[in-house]
């Protein structure tokens, strides 16, 4: 029993001593994080920062690879990687999920398919499942690779070309303009005028699109989902409304489209594509886009419609709409999709004689974009065509306008043409200075109606200073401090006059 107890003190206090001297030799060993336990620092000299190692430490220990080849967004990959949110000014939000192959330490990545246009200043970078995953540097290389530009790396350096009549030399690249001329190996000087091939030792790592090469620091390797985000210019969109009246012109079938244009420099193959209808503030600054805040507030019901294509939510104070399908956008292309489908919508044509804007009395169509009316959807601002179908059937193009952004339960006005068989004039029937600032006016308006129909017109007449009617002949409106409206029905083939006498003083 003795010597079984003089045995157990025998180890631990040779495991003591052993784990004293592992202290004493390696002293920083029991002090490194977690993640740096699994490597061997080359040169104690250099210090970790922020956890992370500096880049002549890592890349000491560690050979940089190759360039990462970036996983092409395919169809599985994108269809929920990828997602394109587009302003109207032409701006847009790019989101997209790719896997990287990652060493531990210092990697170089090249990530392609970028836009164009991007904006380098607002590329964010995240590892969604490391977050000690980060971008030490970051270049936007849009030097893209050409005969021209190979000529221009490769001055003072050796090429080999050969002339049109077959003969070879390799040479330094002096110069390229005018003609070729190249010192060669012997100190001799040759210009060579016309050219049939040159050979380049390498492509002087040029390279064919636009693309970010990074600087990534891993803690570890192994696959990264890695979510990244930018601005870039060159995408826009824009809505279009299509009105076919009904023969009474009391109802009409409504469908609204919206058409993308990416101009941005690459494809985004079955992207989710979002939209934001309103005026997003940007710092007027040359390549600077300024950053987008994506915090979404309570969304509003949705748009019920019959037939819609995208579901709509407030944002901020904007509004998006979010296409509920996948789409594909091609650069240099023009995409247009549904926005909305509504049927039998009422709406109200209505004859306005405005001599402040037309000498002529101008037709109109009045929507109430209301739920309760077959609409409710907030609009974004864009152009309105009316058509409707003439005695044979054929639709025939009536006029268009522009609308606003519309809210919903708002009222939208827009105004088509001029009337053909209805016309009006004005007439000043006298002009008197009352005092040093007051002036009383009359003024005689006419509308003549050439149809066989009574016509309902409304005569609008603008007032500016303190106004007062003094004298009139028929009722009128005062819709607010600076508008009167008379509202009167012209008898068929027949005309109607009104007259009034305004006071106004400044």
């Known amino acids: 029993m003795k010597m079984r107890k003089s045995y157990v003190w025998f180890i631990l206090v040779s495991s003591l001593i052993l784990t004293a001297s592992a202290i004493l030799v390696y002293p920083d060993f029991t002090l490194q994080p977690d993640f740096m336990k699994n490597t061997v620092q080359a040169d104690k000299s250099e210090t970790a920062i922020n956890g992370i190692e500096s880049s002549s430490s890592i890349v000491s220990k560690v050979q940089l690879p190759n360039p990462l080849e970036i996983l092409t967004v395919g169809a599985a990959a994108t269809g929920s990687g990828t997602e394109v949110t587009v302003y109207n000014n032409n701006l847009a939000l790019v989101k997209e999920r790719r896997e990287l192959e990652l060493n531990s330490g210092v990697n170089r990545v090249e990530y392609t398919d970028v836009a164009a246009l991007i904006d380098p200043t607002s590329v964010m970078f995240e590892d969604t499942k490391n977050k000690d995953t980060a971008v030490l540097e970051q270049n936007y290389e849009y030097d893209l690779v050409s005969g021209s530009k190979l000529l221009e790396k490769f001055l003072d350096k050796e090429i080999t070309v050969t002339e049109k009549e077959g003969g070879t030399y390799t040479g330094t690249l002096l110069s390229y303009d005018n003609g070729v001329v190249l010192r060669l190996g012997d100190g001799k000087v040759v210009t060579i005028s016309e050219v049939s091939k040159f050979e380049f030792p390498n492509s002087a790592d040029l390279l064919t699109k636009p693309t970010l090469v990074w600087q990534v620091y891993s803690p570890a390797a192994g696959k990264r989902d890695i979510l990244t985000s930018y601005l870039t210019g060159g995408m826009s969109w824009k809505a279009d409304y299509i009105v076919k009246a009904s023969a009474d012109d009391k109802k009409a079938d409504i469908q609204g489209w919206v058409s993308v244009d990416n101009d941005a420099g690459t494809t985004y193959k079955d992207a989710r594509l979002k939209l934001v209808a309103g005026e997003v503030h940007r710092v007027v600054t040359p390549s600077t886009a300024g950053s987008a805040d994506e915090t979404v507030t309570a969304a509003e019901k949705g748009y019920s419609g019959a037939k819609n294509s995208f579901a709509e939510e407030s944002l901020f104070e904007y509004h998006l709409y979010t296409l509920e399908r996948p789409a594909t956008l091609k650069n240099n292309q023009v995409k247009q999709l549904s926005l909305l489908s509504a049927d039998s919508v009422p709406v109200e044509k209505e004859l306005v004689f405005d001599v402040s804007k037309s000498n002529d ?146």
């Open 361 to 506: 009395v101008q037709v109109a169509l009045r929507i109430n974009n209301s739920k309760e009316k077959g609409l409710g959807m907030p609009l974004p601002a864009g152009t309105l065509r009316v058509y409707k179908a003439d005695s044979q059937g054929q639709l025939q193009f009536l006029g268009e306008d522009k609308i606003d952004h519309t809210p919903k339960d708002e009222e939208i006005k827009v105004v088509i043409g001029n009337a053909f068989d209805i016309t009006g004039t004005r007439t000043q029937t006298s002009y008197n200075k009352v005092s040093s600032n007051v002036w009383r006016e009359s003024y005689e308006t006419e509308i003549k109606n050439h149809k066989s129909e009574a016509q309902k017109v409304k005569i609008v007449e603008h007032f500016y200073g303190d106004w007062e009617i003094i004298t009139n002949s028929d009722p009128y409106q005062k819709k607010d401090a600076f508008i009167a409206e008379w509202e009167i029905n012209v008898p068929p083939n027949g005309s109607k006059k009104i007259s009034y006498t305004v006071e106004r003083s400044y």
